[in-house]
């Protein structure tokens, strides 16, 4: 059963659940970096067994003038990541039971700056870097809990896969679908 269906310009589009999405950890380029302690869940591309292991790597950042933020996990029926405490957050106190900092998300300075074309870490490219790393934990949410979409036009005739939103999915499809209108229209 789809998610959503729309008829757009005398086209069927269709939103479903992505079948098989690509890990973003791990099948991605990524400019941040996921470093998490735990057992149970892959919260992250760099797994570590002991908080010991996460505090030199931490160390190592901070000497190389690296962003290095806090990751918070909260896992009650489902995961939510993020850059700042659940505690006060959540209804009913379950912040206090489920949820806590699970590692660290580390910005390597020199990738940034090779990156962005830049030689000096300013303040505004901070900034970004840590909006890029507010991004990178949203859509790494997503993709824990199976928040991944993808579109198809006509059955099929036309689709793609991997979007994080439904919204995002649609107006790609419907974008696909202007680009049909305009492309038969010009012949």
Not at 20 to 30: A, K, Q, S
Not at 93 to 109: L, M, N, P, T
Not at 140 to 158: H, K
Request: aromatic share 10%; with cysteine.
């Amino acid at each position: 059963m789809p998610i959503e269906t729309e008829t757009y310009k005398g086209h069927t589009i269709t939103i479903d659940y992505d079948p098989d999405p690509l890990g973003p950890r791990t099948e991605f380029d990524n400019l941040t970096e996921f470093h998490c302690l735990s057992s149970r869940y892959h919260l992250g591309e760099h797994l570590h067994r002991a908080a010991s292991d996460i505090d030199d790597v931490v160390q190592e950042a901070k000497k190389q003038g690296d962003m290095v933020l806090r990751l918070y996990a909260y896992i009650h029926g489902g995961v939510a990541l993020s850059l700042q405490s659940f505690h006060g957050r959540l209804p009913q106190g379950h912040a206090e039971f489920d949820s806590g900092q699970c590692g660290v998300v580390i910005i390597r300075r020199e990738k940034i700056l090779r990156e962005y074309g830049r030689k000096r870490w300013t303040r505004k490219l901070r900034e970004q870097a840590y909006q890029l790393a507010q991004s990178d934990v949203e859509v790494f949410t997503a993709f824990l809990n199976g928040w991944v979409y993808g579109y198809q036009v006509d059955d099929g005739e036309e689709s793609c896969w991997g979007y994080y939103s439904v919204e995002e999915a649609m107006r790609e499809a419907k974008g696909v679908i202007d680009h049909m209108v305009a492309t038969v229209g010009s012949r």
